[in-house]
């Protein structure tokens, strides 16, 4: 049997950095790069003879090159390590021109890109700045230019990663603000679907730490910030980060948790104390709130005198309460309370001294559990003699109907309606109300801003397309 042929002999590489880089390899004391370069371009310049196959081929003067150089080499004590170092330094030197041609290429694929693109880069980037955040690392990709054009920070001024959010982790976050920098107006973060957990959410309490950076650099730019259904996301994790972010105007925290002993409104104090630019206010909360206090009311009245539009859902707000707070936001448009389980609609009754001169235009009062009917029809009748001239839209949509004088509840109110139309034609009241005979049925009587009115039988939908009014006020 014949001896099984040699292993090569196990040579130790060389520098992976001067394949990569060749201006790292050592240079020769009579190294002239001149030379090279010339030796080079005659050796690029070759006519164009064929490749392969071939007697003429360059392809077969490689081989006869390599062929006559390595038994030269042979005859000496180290004959098989130097003809493997000759071997593996010719294809360091047939990569470097490899790399070097796929670099070639590229430059040549992005001033295309530049002369081709009718768009000026200051352009670009504005159209760019346009784009939802998803769409803008999708643009990025597409070529050295796009990818130039898109890390501006002008691109990240308005952060939204709500359409990527099972993909968005803390470090994303950080990458995107540490981007944006003092460019950053908007933040959107976490799933806006209704269906979603906050334990699927990759982001945790921490994902707005960045913004405290520097002192709160990056926060101290920040208008608008948008959180949906992150973990365990409570007043503690965010007073921090809302204490950097001084011209806050914005807030929306959809799933805030709160312990069943804290107190909502001190809770939102502590939240606002130092936000008191804030104009819109969006908060829902995530599980039995604690009692409000008038102390804690005052308190966040003083932190938001700007405040124009609030929504607190899954609050344990009373008339009394609610009263006061119409009372004591003086600039409030919108109003949304819905999913308050004690509210009836007594506070209708304090507010005829303000009523004329209110400059509130959208009152949202769904799902209140012991809403009354005889109440509903009081604010109306005030609508009717002339009050709140400037609202125009009004919600008492409840799922369990709404509860008349004897404690029976009922899923047909009698309102005015047809007066309504006839003498508020621009006021949009909302009354649907879910069959007690059937889940998807349901009868209800709308007055639109055309002075029409609609009888609609499916609740589901109904309720869904006007939910999605509602997020856009």
């Given at each position: ?49 064929p490749l392969f196959s ?172 948008h959180l949906y259904h ?165 919600d008492v949509s409840n ?75």
């Amino acid at each position: 049997m014949d001896a099984p042929n040699p292993k090569r002999p196990c040579l130790v590489p060389l520098g992976t950095s001067s394949i990569e880089n060749p201006c790292s390899l050592p240079i020769a004391p009579d190294f002239n790069q001149s030379n090279i370069d010339l030796t080079i371009s005659s050796f690029l310049s070759l006519s164009d003879l064929p490749l392969f196959s071939l007697p003429l081929s360059i392809g077969c003067s490689f081989d006869r090159v390599l062929d006559n150089v390595i038994p030269s080499i042979a005859g000496t004590s180290r004959d098989e390590f130097d003809q493997d170092r000759f071997l593996d330094r010719t294809l360091q030197l047939a990569s470097l021109l490899y790399k070097s041609t796929k670099r070639c290429i590229r430059k040549r694929a992005t001033l295309q890109n530049s002369t081709s693109w009718p768009l000026l880069p200051e352009l670009t980037i504005k159209v760019f700045s346009m784009l939802d955040t998803k769409s803008l690392m999708q643009a990025s990709a597409c070529c050295t230019m796009f990818n130039k054009c898109a890390m501006d920070r002008v691109c990240y001024s308005h952060i939204d990663l709500t359409t990527a959010a099972e993909d968005v982790d803390n470090g994303v976050v950080c990458v995107m603000i540490h981007r944006a920098g003092k460019e950053l107006r908007s933040l959107k973060l976490g799933s806006i679907s209704s269906s979603a957990e906050p334990t699927t959410s990759l982001l945790t309490r921490s994902c707005l730490t960045p913004l405290t950076f520097n002192h709160g650099f990056t926060g101290g730019h920040l208008r608008s910030l948008h959180l949906y259904h992150l973990r365990m996301i409570d007043c503690e994790s965010l007073s921090p980060v809302l204490s950097a972010c001084l011209n806050l105007t914005d807030l929306k925290i959809v799933g805030l948790i709160s312990g069943s002993r804290d107190n909502p409104l001190e809770q939102l104090g502590l939240l606002t104390r130092n936000c008191r630019l804030i104009e819109h206010l969006f908060i829902e909360i995530y599980g039995a709130a604690g009692l409000i206090t008038d102390s804690s009311l005052l308190e966040f009245a003083a932190n938001c005198p700007n405040l124009i539009s609030i929504s607190l859902l899954g609050f344990l707000l009373n008339d009394a309460i609610l009263q006061k707070i119409i009372k004591g936001f003086r600039r409030l448009k919108h109003i949304n309370l819905s999913s308050s389980p004690e509210i009836s609609g007594c506070f209708f009754r304090g507010l005829e001294l303000c009523g004329k001169d209110s400059p509130l235009e959208t009152l949202i009062l769904r799902d209140c559990y012991i809403l009354k009917e005889s109440e509903v029809l009081l604010f109306l009748n005030s609508l009717l003699a002339g009050d709140f001239k400037y609202i125009r839209l009004i919600d008492v949509s409840n799922v369990d109907g709404l509860v008349r004088d004897g404690g029976n509840r009922t899923f047909e109110p009698r309102f005015p309606i047809e007066e309504l139309k006839k003498q508020r034609s621009n006021v949009t009241f909302v009354a649907i109300f879910e069959s007690q005979s059937s889940l998807s049925s349901s009868s209800s009587g709308e007055v639109y801003s055309d002075g029409t009115s609609s009888w609609t039988s499916n609740y589901n939908s109904a309720e869904e397309e006007h939910d999605n009014d509602l997020d856009s006020i």
